[in-house]
């Protein structure tokens, strides 16, 4: 059975940091192409970042130089740094990994708020 688990999510001031873990299990997660995506509500899910097996990234224009993702194959986890957060960021953050299937996690709240 595929699980992935978010952590990390939370309330943060304007200019804050959180980091997000994603923990995966029953999958080959070396080979999985990993992401995170966030959902605002009433919007679209959106992809945020990145990282392929080969550790190619990608993030959205609205987090380049804010944002950092990272993983660890040897602990099966995805990291997503998040610093100088922004109202706007606020959304629920969702880990996802992609091979030849496609598995999302249950998803963990992120709220930038003074």
């Known amino acids: 059975q595929v699980q992935l688990v978010e952590s990390g999510g939370g309330l943060v001031q304007p200019g804050g940091s959180l980091r997000l873990s994603c923990s995966a299990s029953g999958i080959t997660f070396s080979l999985y192409v990993m992401g995170w995506y966030r959902q605002a509500p009433g919007k679209e899910r959106e992809l945020v970042a990145r990282i392929t097996s080969g550790g190619r990234i990608n993030y959205a224009d609205s987090v380049k130089d804010r944002f950092t993702i990272s993983r660890d194959n040897a602990k099966n986890t995805v990291y997503l740094q998040m610093n100088s957060l922004k109202p706007e960021d606020t959304a629920v953050y969702y880990c996802?990994?992609?091979?030849?299937?496609?598995?999302w996690g249950q998803g963990t709240q992120v709220t930038v708020s003074s």
């Open positions: 996802n990994s992609r091979y030849f299937d496609n598995y």
